[in-house]
């Protein structure tokens, strides 16, 4: 038994070496990569606390390059939406105020939008109430991107533009507070106008943060816009250009981003919106650098807009006046915070039978909504925010189903990273500006 029989292989006198089979080893070990050639399957996430801590990505990875990303969600389901399903339409406001809780404003106002399409009352909303409406998102407008600004700093190694972001954020979640009494989750917004007036000073203190905020976006762009780690992280990483935004549904700042100027609030407006002035910033390039100059501007925007609502804002009812809609706008809070005025439970108890009646009906029951489907949209921090709403004519939603930004923008993540490193999957991520709660409702 010779060597040659076993040897896998052999030198020749050249000293070039051959498998067995004749194969050049020098040509095998030239196309292959050893490294390169390796890929692992690595999860990045879920794990929370963080930003978007209950997002999964499954991600393949060759080297630092990402040749597959799968988003996997789900990991902050509630079932906000079933369970619409057994509460009455007044005290649905109550749960969706809960899905994207940093826009809590936009999903009341879409809700409360498609429950009186359904009932037929668009028009009889009071024009105070509208324009609290208006001055309301804007203002919630502002705060989400300003958690955006903050986290997607830190996400990216900007510390400092993180207290910066919640800084202002604080300023308006006091305005909320004075306001609604919450600073979030508020069930303001509810079918018929607004829970409540806005106070005198709640409106000296939107004029204060109108008057410091400009100087507050400057401090930004000196901090982020001129760093060159932050140009470096941001210009041309994580690209999608309007034709890749439109075929998977990507609405919001990052359309806008990729050029194309499409806000609801111009091409299908709703409360009034027609009758405001505001641009709509766009920016040619698709990438995370145009997102963040986009939300920038949109934030000027937003603040020309609350300004208007100001200005705007006229003495009358902020409930439509059909009593049997109405309630619980109609009640009035006790000196202490808490529970109904003596005035109102004397009115409702020994004065006015059909306010009694009223009351007590809507408390046990609810309003009826005649049967139908509408669909409202409308422009929300993150994008069209939908509400298909479904009706049996009964006092309970038959189905409530919304089209969620933050889940449909998700679909970019895979076009954005793959191809990419694993570091700009981050940043992209990011830019998308995904809410679970909403995602997951």
Not at 264 to 271: D, E, H, I, V
Not at 358 to 381: C, D
Request: net charge negative; hydrophobic share 40%; charged share 25%.
């Amino acid at each position: 038994m010779t060597t040659s029989n076993y040897a896998s292989e052999r030198e020749t006198d050249e000293g070039r070496v051959f498998t067995v089979t004749g194969g050049d080893w020098d040509t095998i070990v030239a196309g292959t990569d050893p490294i390169n050639d390796e890929r692992i399957v690595v999860n990045m996430g879920p794990q929370h606390p963080s930003t978007h801590g209950v997002l999964r990505l499954i991600l393949e990875l060759e080297g630092e390059t990402v040749r597959e990303a799968r988003s996997v969600v789900g990991y902050l389901h509630t079932g906000i939406e079933k369970n619409l399903e057994y509460r009455n339409w007044v005290q649905g406001s109550t749960f969706v105020t809960r899905m994207d809780y940093l826009a809590p404003i936009f999903n009341e106002t879409a809700y409360a939008l498609a429950v009186e399409k359904l009932l037929g009352i668009t028009d009889d909303i009071t024009e105070r109430a509208t324009t609290i409406r208006v001055l309301m998102m804007e203002l919630n407008r502002i705060s989400s991107h300003l958690v955006w600004l903050a986290t997607t700093g830190m996400e990216l190694g900007a510390i400092s533009i993180m207290l910066y972001g919640f800084r202002e954020r604080e300023y308006i979640l006091d305005i909320f507070e004075t306001i609604t009494g919450l600073r979030m989750n508020h069930a303001y917004v509810r079918p018929g106008g607004v829970a409540q007036d806005v106070p005198d000073d709640a409106i000296v203190k939107i004029r204060e943060f109108l008057k410091m905020m400009p100087k507050k976006l400057k401090e930004y762009e000196d901090l982020l816009s001129g760093q060159p780690i932050w140009t470096e992280r941001t210009k041309n990483v994580a690209v999608l250009d309007v034709t890749g935004c439109v075929a998977l549904g990507i609405t919001g700042p990052v359309l806008r981003s990729a050029g194309l100027a499409w806000d609801l609030r111009k091409t299908m407006p709703y409360c009034g919106y027609e009758t405001y002035e505001f641009d709509v910033p766009t920016h040619p390039d698709g990438d995370v650098w145009g997102r963040y100059q986009v939300r920038l501007a949109e934030i000027r925007e937003s603040m020309k807009l609350v300004e208007q609502a100001l200005d705007r804002l006229r003495p009358g009812p902020v409930m439509v006046a059909d009593r049997k809609i109405a309630w619980p706008a109609q009640l009035a809070i006790g000196v202490d915070g808490m529970g109904n005025s003596l005035e109102h439970v004397a009115k409702i108890m020994g004065q006015s039978m059909e306010s009694l009646i009223h009351h007590f009906k809507l408390v046990t029951e609810g309003f009826r909504v005649p049967p139908g489907q509408v669909y409202v949209a409308i422009e929300a921090p993150r994008g069209e925010l939908g509400v298909h709403a479904v009706s049996d004519g009964g006092t309970r939603p038959y189905r409530v189903h919304y089209r969620e930004p933050s889940f449909v923008n998700l679909q970019a993540l895979p076009a954005m990273a793959e191809g990419g490193l694993i570091a700009d999957v981050i940043a992209g991520g990011a830019s998308l500006d995904p809410v679970m709660g909403g995602c997951d409702r």
